[in-house]
Structure formats: C-alpha cells, structure tokens
C-alpha cells in the first residue's frame, strides 16, 4: 500500500508541476506579446501668442457753431490729439471728435479715462466732454470709440467781451486701454 500512496503523490506533484509550467509559460508569453504591442507616444507642443495690439487715434473732426473756426494746430498721431479753436462772439462754439480705432486682432477695453478741462484761465469759455466711452467698454477688432470735447464762448448777456484774447485748454486728457478678457 505504501508504494500506492507514493505514486498518488508522484501523479500529484507531477501535475502541479505541469500547472505552474504552464502558468509560467503563459505570463512569459503575455509578457512577450504586451512588449511586442506596446508603444510609447510622445506629445510636444509650443503655445504663441499672434494677437497683434493696434489701438490708436484714427482722426479728428470740427464741427463749429457761430462764426468759430478749426485753427491751425488741430493734428492728431497714433497717441496724440490736438486741437485749436478759434471763438469770436458769445454763443461761438466748437466741437471736435477725436476717433480711437482698434486696428490690431485683439480686443482691448477702456482701462480708465480722465479728460479734464482746466478750471482756470477763461471765465469766458466753458470747455465741457460732452461724449466719452465709460471705462471698461469694449472696443472690438476693428470697432472704435469717440471723444467729443466742446469749446463754447459763453454769453454773458450785457457783460462786455474780454479786452484780451482769452483761452482756455483742457488741462490733462487721457485714455488707457488694456487688452480685454474674453
């Protein structure tokens, strides 16, 4: 009976053997196949920005009232305007509109304005902004903002003219653009 049980045990390990050949050879041939089927991909790049920032003064109109007239030193730049007024009875007045144009492909907005004509010099002319975008407006790709900024003589009904010419300017003016979030 002994030599029963002995080769039980033999047929036994022999098949446990066999079992984890098997096995072994199994995960040795999924380690060969995923090897042979695997690929390593590789992902670059390069972010630029192409926006271009194109925001500029684009004119500068008269408009007068009265007997007034556009001087000589009216001009503008890329970021600059200038304007002279020439007012010769009460009620003269003159406006000019100064056009800001976005030429660029991105879109800005108004940061902050500040257009103050001076409160001193002429007791004879009011100089008033009668048209302003309001900060934060938009100004799109190819859109544009105006300014109107209105020179009056102002009548004083009997009181005499000035025995001088008298001016008055806009004592500091100025509008900042940023680039707008979409």
């Known amino acids: 009976m002994k030599k029963l049980t002995t080769r039980k045990k033999q047929k036994g390990v022999d098949k446990k053997s066999?079992?984890?050949?098997?096995?072994?050879?199994?995960?040795?041939?999924?380690?060969?196949?995923?090897?042979?089927?695997?690929?390593?991909?590789?992902?670059?790049?390069?972010?630029?920005?192409v926006g271009e920032w194109d925001v500029e003064i684009t004119g500068i109109t008269f408009s007068g009232t009265g007997q007034a007239k556009d001087g000589d030193n009216t001009a503008y730049t890329a970021t600059t305007a200038t304007f002279d007024c020439e007012l010769y009875a009460p009620g003269d007045a003159c406006e000019y509109t100064i056009t800001v144009s976005n030429n660029g492909t991105v879109k800005a907005a108004l940061d902050s304005i500040a257009l103050t004509p001076s409160s001193t010099n002429s007791e004879y002319i009011e100089m008033e902004v009668t048209?302003?975008?309001?900060?934060?407006?938009?100004?799109?790709?190819?859109?544009?903002?105006?300014?109107?900024?209105?020179?009056?003589?102002?009548?004083?009904?009997?009181?005499?003219?000035?025995?001088?010419?008298?001016?008055?300017?806009?004592?500091?003016?100025?509008?900042?653009?940023?680039?707008?979030?979409?």
């Open 131 to 182: 048209a302003q975008p309001s900060a934060n407006d938009i100004l799109a790709v190819n859109g544009t903002h105006t300014v109107k900024i209105k020179s009056t003589y102002k009548d004083f009904g009997n009181n005499p003219a000035p025995a001088t010419n008298t001016a008055r300017t806009l004592s500091s003016g100025t509008l900042i653009y940023k680039q707008a979030a979409n």
């Open 18 to 49: 066999i079992i984890i050949a098997t096995l072994a050879v199994a995960v040795g041939a999924m380690a060969v196949g995923y090897a042979a089927f695997a690929t390593t991909l590789n992902i670059g790049g390069t972010a630029t920005i």
